[in-house]
Every structure is written in structure tokens, then in C-alpha cells.
């Protein structure tokens, strides 16, 4: 009775028992564990035969056993985190450039089929002629909605109003570009569209070397904004086909390296600058923009020559 009793009354030892954990001198704690070699976790029988488990490593309480005794424990993060972290940039970078040329290519589709329209049908063709208003009223639609996609950031990155404001331009834009290629020849419609897809493929191809960092030149290529805006001026208040020439040409140059410029921002090699990989509805319509440009430009030299 008396031993049964003494066992059901013994309580573990606390945390603060003066004697928790440290050594006798023959290297064995007072539990008759042994704490020579590796620090590992130490199971001990304590007072009332109840079992006790030491982990190894410190408590916090440093009055206890000399910091030598106990190791510090092990580090949070495990090394090679860098080169992970810069395996997923390059993974995300690869799904933002996969992305934005997937949806470019969706656009100049959508672009083409709506420009085939107007040259094809005839009635659609003929009704775009006598109907003045049309390119205006486009031009003032697809004005309206660049600038909302440029300016407002909520709107090019909340999905899916994103697309949605995407795609409006993109069908504007094809109405725009349709009622004007209207005015000309299927033959330099089709001269200027081909010229278009290989000046865009060979720029495209350029912008993969890192040799030339056109990203830094921002102040060039306002420069050549400025002189064809400046041609355009001209032309506006003496139409010269000179000047139209001059007109195209250089608004196909600078529009060209603009191109160059938004291809690096995207591909983001060895560049100065990057466009974020949150912005791909941004670098999509930046990439459209520089294409319906050059072949705007383009067909103005083509329509020239017929």
C-alpha cells in the first residue's frame, strides 16, 4: 500500500530542477544517460518512474549547461534557395513570353480575317467607301481604349475585364484597319501584310542577341517619334506625295525599332530594363500597336507605288 501510494504521489521533475540535464563526472546525466559523442535526443526515468525525453538543443535557459554542451539548432532554410528562386523566375518568365504571343497571334488573326472581310465582300467593301464616318468614329474608339489600358493598371490586370477591354480594341482596330485598306488594292494590301510579316519575324529574331541594348535608348527613339510626327505635320498642311513618301519611310524605321525595343522589354535577357510578368496584357498591346504601325506605313508605300 505504501509503495503503490508513493508511486501514484510522484510527479515528473520541472523544467527548472537544478539538476535537468546536467552531467556527473562520469559523463552520464543523472538519469544514467550517457551524453558523450553526437547530441541526440536523451530518454531518461525520472522520480515515480516516469519517462523523460531530452531533445537535444537549448530552451532558452542558459543557466543551465554551457552553450559548448547543447549545439545551436539547425538553420530555417536549406542552401541552394537562390538557385530555385532563379529557376522560377526563368519558368515564369517563359509562361509570361508564351502568353503574350499567344495572344498577339489571336489579335493579328482576328485582325486579318475582319481586314479580309472588308476587301472581299464587295457590299461591305463599296459601304465602308460611302460611309466617311466609319474610320473616325474607330479611331476615336480604339484612342479611348488604349489609353485605358495603358494608364489604368486595375484594368489591364483584373481578369477577365482585361481580355474583355483586349478584345474590344482588337475588333476596333480590325474595323479601323479594314474601312482604310478598303481605299486600296487587294494586291498592295497583300504586298504590305507579307512585307509586315517578315520585317516583324526578322526584328523579332534581332531582339533575341543581346549585342545591342535598344531598351536604353529612349531618347533615340523619341527622336524618331518626333520626325515622323513632324513629316506628318507637314503632309497634313501641304499633302505632297514626296512627303507622304518620307512620311512612310520614316515612320516604318522608327516604328520598327520601337518594335526591337518592346521585344527586349519582354524577352528580358541581358537588357536594361523588363517589363513586369503581371503586365502581359501591357507587352501584348505594345507588340500589336508596333505591328499595326509598320503595316500601316507600309501600305502607304505600297498604295504609293500602284
Not at 508511486?7 to 537544478?18: D, F, G, I, L
Amino acid at each position: 500500500m505504501d509503495q503503490s501510494k508513493s508511486t501514484a504521489e510522484a510527479q515528473p521533475p520541472p523544467y527548472s530542477y537544478p539538476d535537468y540535464g546536467q552531467k556527473n563526472a562520469g559523463g552520464q546525466d543523472n538519469y544514467g544517460q550517457n551524453t558523450f559523442g553526437h547530441p541526440q535526443d536523451s530518454v531518461g526515468i525520472g522520480p515515480g518512474n516516469i519517462a523523460v525525453v531530452c531533445p537535444a538543443g537549448q530552451y532558452g535557459n542558459n543557466d543551465q549547461g554551457s552553450s559548448e554542451d547543447q549545439p545551436p539548432p539547425p538553420p530555417w532554410y536549406s542552401c541552394g534557395m537562390e538557385d530555385a528562386n532563379c529557376f522560377d523566375d526563368k519558368a515564369i518568365r517563359r509562361g509570361f513570353i508564351k502568353k503574350v504571343y499567344l495572344t498577339l497571334m489571336i489579335q493579328l488573326l482576328i485582325t486579318i480575317g475582319i481586314m479580309c472581310a472588308f476587301l472581299y465582300w464587295e457590299t461591305l467593301r463599296e459601304w465602308s467607301r460611302r460611309t466617311y464616318w466609319l474610320p473616325y468614329t474607330m479611331m476615336g474608339v480604339v484612342l479611348v481604349l488604349s489609353i485605358a489600358l495603358s494608364c489604368s493598371g486595375h484594368l489591364r490586370r483584373q481578369v477577365p475585364h482585361n481580355f474583355l477591354a483586349l478584345g474590344l480594341f482588337t475588333l476596333a482596330e480590325g474595323v479601323l484597319l479594314g474601312s482604310v485598306s478598303a481605299y486600296f488594292e487587294v494586291e498592295a494590301v497583300m504586298w504590305a501584310v507579307g512585307a509586315t510579316a517578315l520585317v516583324c519575324l526578322a526584328l523579332s529574331l534581332f531582339s533575341l542577341q543581346s549585342r545591342w541594348d535598344f531598351t536604353k535608348c529612349n531618347t533615340i527613339l523619341w527622336v524618331f517619334l518626333w520626325v515622323a510626327i513632324s513629316y506628318g505635320l507637314l503632309y497634313a498642311i501641304m499633302p505632297n506625295q514626296y512627303l507622304e513618301s518620307m512620311l512612310a519611310c520614316a515612320g516604318a524605321f522608327s516604328f520598327s525599332i520601337y518594335l526591337v525595343t518592346d521585344t527586349q522589354l519582354i524577352l528580358n535577357g541581358k537588357h536594361k530594363y523588363a517589363i513586369s510578368s503581371e503586365e502581359y496584357i501591357f507587352a501584348t498591346l505594345n507588340l500589336y500597336l508596333d505591328v499595326i504601325s509598320v503595316y500601316t506605313l507600309l501600305l502607304i508605300l505600297f498604295g504609293l507605288r500602284n
